[in-house]
């Protein structure tokens, strides 16, 4: 063969390579300014990275995917029907590539198991699994303790993760944490949404108890006073 084609071939191909990493910088950086400016719009902070925050986690998506990269990072805290309530989303990067967009809502109390919540439809084997519990709604559930996990999963809990959606891969509680993973490129509307449902699974399994002290501080006024930080294990 003429080493003129091959020498065609090779520019076509570089050209197409050079298209296409334009192209997904492109719709990365659309996606850093619209979460950028969703995060303005609640008041809340946002960081391009954080190499931190994902390894306080380490089941769900975390254990699928691996801790990767936060990218495109919010902090804040959102109300929910039992009160406020510490926020983050993320997107999950490994090896260059986005496979999720995290989002955490943060309990009061820590809960002793592990309970992640699968789309059947996902091949969400690996090592080290959960016990398969069985079926809860749609998902199907792997827990770390069986008995603590027939305790917290609760009728309420099946309706409130049946409210999630099926574009969610999986759901899943750890410490004191509600996550869940969204597809790449989820719109800010699709997260107030994803938050709204999440922070009602935070109310079913982190009820409100008037006598239960809270570990937040506190202003002069008896107000909570939230300083989201990125990283490391617990908020400043």
């Given at each position: 063969?003429?080493?003129?084609?091959?020498?065609?071939?090779?520019?076509?191909?570089?050209?197409?390579?050079?298209?296409?990493?334009?192209?997904?910088?492109?719709?990365?950086?659309?996606?850093?300014?619209?979460?950028?400016?969703?995060?303005?719009?609640?008041?809340?902070?946002?960081?391009?990275?954080?190499?931190?925050?994902?390894?306080?986690?380490?089941?769900?998506?975390?254990?699928?995917?691996?801790s990767?990269?936060?990218?495109?990072?919010v902090?804040?805290?959102?109300?929910?029907?039992?009160?406020?309530?510490?926020?983050?989303?993320?997107?999950?990067?490994?090896?260059?590539k986005?496979?999720?967009?995290?989002?955490?809502?943060?309990?009061?109390?820590?809960?002793?198991?592990?309970?992640?919540?699968?789309?059947?439809?996902?091949?969400?084997?690996?090592?080290?699994?959960?016990?398969?519990?069985?079926?809860?709604?749609?998902?199907?559930?792997?827990?770390?303790?069986?008995?603590?996990?027939?305790?917290?999963?609760?009728p309420?809990?099946?309706?409130?993760?049946?409210?999630?959606?099926?574009?969610?891969?999986?759901?899943w509680?750890?410490?004191?944490?509600?996550?869940?993973?969204?597809?790449?490129?989820?719109?800010?509307?699709?997260?107030?949404?994803?938050?709204?449902?999440?922070g009602?699974?935070?109310?079913?399994?982190?009820?409100?108890?008037?006598?239960?002290?809270?570990?937040e501080?506190t202003?002069?006024?008896?107000?909570?006073?939230?300083?989201?930080?990125?990283?490391?294990?617990?908020?400043?």
């Amino acid at each position: 063969m003429p080493a003129w084609v091959w020498f065609t071939a090779f520019v076509v191909l570089a050209v197409a390579g050079l298209a296409l990493l334009a192209t997904d910088r492109a719709q990365r950086t659309a996606r850093n300014r619209e979460r950028r400016r969703w995060a303005g719009l609640r008041g809340w902070q946002f960081a391009e990275t954080d190499h931190v925050l994902p390894t306080r986690w380490h089941h769900g998506a975390i254990a699928y995917y691996g801790s990767g990269v936060a990218r495109d990072v919010v902090a804040g805290s959102t109300f929910t029907a039992d009160g406020r309530r510490q926020v983050y989303v993320l997107d999950l990067e490994n090896g260059g590539k986005v496979n999720s967009v995290l989002v955490g809502i943060r309990c009061r109390r820590t809960h002793p198991v592990v309970v992640e919540l699968w789309l059947p439809s996902v091949p969400f084997q690996r090592e080290q699994m959960p016990d398969l519990l069985g079926p809860v709604g749609q998902r199907y559930a792997f827990v770390s303790d069986l008995t603590a996990a027939r305790m917290l999963i609760t009728p309420d809990l099946v309706e409130a993760a049946e409210e999630i959606g099926g574009d969610v891969t999986v759901v899943w509680l750890e410490e004191d944490w509600v996550l869940a993973a969204a597809p790449p490129g989820a719109s800010p509307a699709r997260l107030e949404r994803l938050l709204r449902d999440v922070g009602e699974l935070a109310d079913v399994v982190d009820p409100f108890e008037a006598d239960t002290p809270s570990d937040e501080p506190t202003d002069d006024n008896g107000g909570e006073v939230y300083r989201p930080s990125f990283g490391g294990r617990n908020p400043a």
